[in-house]
């Protein structure tokens, strides 16, 4: 019978001290699960609440869904739907080949606001070459630019639009939006134009690569930041000149604007790339934001991050 009892003080007192030890483990680290990968993030994932997001990649992770129509470059008339879906964005074929830099280049019809909602009436504010039923010519048409070595994108695994200088998109639906407001894109200019503007109020976030600047306005005294020709950035625009709380941040870099103006846009047309009618920016648009409200310090900060980021942009 003592023979039994220590057997079974032996078999808990291993219990314990297996138990004590595996505890220790878990606390320091070892022996613990493998932690996953990140999953990916967008901007409506780093910053909830836009008004509309126009680009080439999801604005959250749980979007799923059409992110832009590209045709062929020679007629425009055979076309198909870039998609997203978990994350993951899939480039179509077209005519059985897919879009490519060289011998198979895809023009961009429509790009659609992953938003969904932020139009007149709760339309949507899809962006397109055939606004209203009329259609620009397809050289007017934003070139889809595919991940490549020396593309021009902020890096070789990242796609962006492409304009020469007489290219632009244009809501079919009016929008409206007072201060304060926020733009945030990622852009790259050879030549002068809007990255984005309404079609009548003087409400721009503008590239002047011959002076290497960018320029806030919004109908006051413009406000004008370095920025180099042909370089890439991440910038954040704050229109709230009301409060005194204008701003423009590029790649990290913030600049106080007080003194913009205070114009809003009101039930107009909205286009990238240049005014309306086309007046296009040279350059490359990877993606545009609209917030309705004042970016802080930290949401910039995180939105340029994330920019910055293998699930953003990358490299740049």
């Known amino acids: 019978m003592a023979k039994a009892w220590k057997s079974l003080f032996l078999v808990i007192g291993l219990a314990l001290t297996h138990s004590a030890a595996l ?13 996953a ?38 007629t425009g008339l055979t076309c198909a739907n870039v998609t997203a879906a978990a994350g993951v964005v899939t480039f179509p074929t077209i005519s059985g ?28 504010c899809d962006q397109t070459t055939i606004p209203a039923g009329s259609r620009f010519s397809i050289t007017e048409w934003p070139v889809l630019v ?3 070595a020396s593309n021009g994108c902020t890096d070789s695994t990242k796609p962006c639009m ?12 009016n929008i409206t939006y007072a201060q304060p407001f926020s733009y945030v894109a990622v852009y790259s200019a050879s030549g002068a134009s809007d990255i984005i503007a309404p079609s009548t109020t ?22 004008d930041v370095a920025a180099t020709s042909g370089t890439h950035y991440s910038v954040q625009a704050v229109y709230a000149d009301a ?24 039930a107009e047309k909205l286009g990238m790339f240049g005014s309306i009618p086309c007046s296009s920016m040279a350059g490359t648009i990877s993606e545009v934001t609209i917030y309705p409200f004042t970016l802080t310090s930290t949401q910039i900060t995180n939105l340029n991050a994330n920019d910055h980021s293998s699930q953003g942009w990358g490299t740049f």
């Open 97 to 124: 080949v897919a879009c490519n830099n060289t011998t198979n280049i895809c023009i961009i019809k429509t790009l659609f606001d992953q938003v969904g909602n932020g139009c007149a009436a709760g339309a949507n």
């Open 23 to 35: 505890a220790t483990m878990l606390m320091s680290g070892v022996g613990a699960p493998l932690t």
């Open 243 to 266: 409060t005194s709380a204008s701003s423009i941040s590029i790649n990290a870099v913030t600049s106080t604007s007080t003194g913009i103006g205070t114009s809003g846009a009101t």
């Open 146 to 148: 595919m991940p490549g």
């Open 162 to 173: 492409s304009g020469n200088g007489g290219q632009c998109f244009q809501t079919s639906n």
């Open 37 to 74: 990968a990140p999953s990916y993030q967008g901007r409506g994932d780093i910053v909830p609440g836009a008004l509309a997001d126009w680009g080439l990649r999801p604005y959250t992770a749980a979007f799923s869904g059409n992110i832009a129509n590209v045709c062929d470059q020679a």
């Open 202 to 223: 003087n409400l721009q976030l503008r590239p002047i690569p011959a002076s290497t600047l960018i320029q806030q306005y919004a109908g006051g005294s413009p406000k």
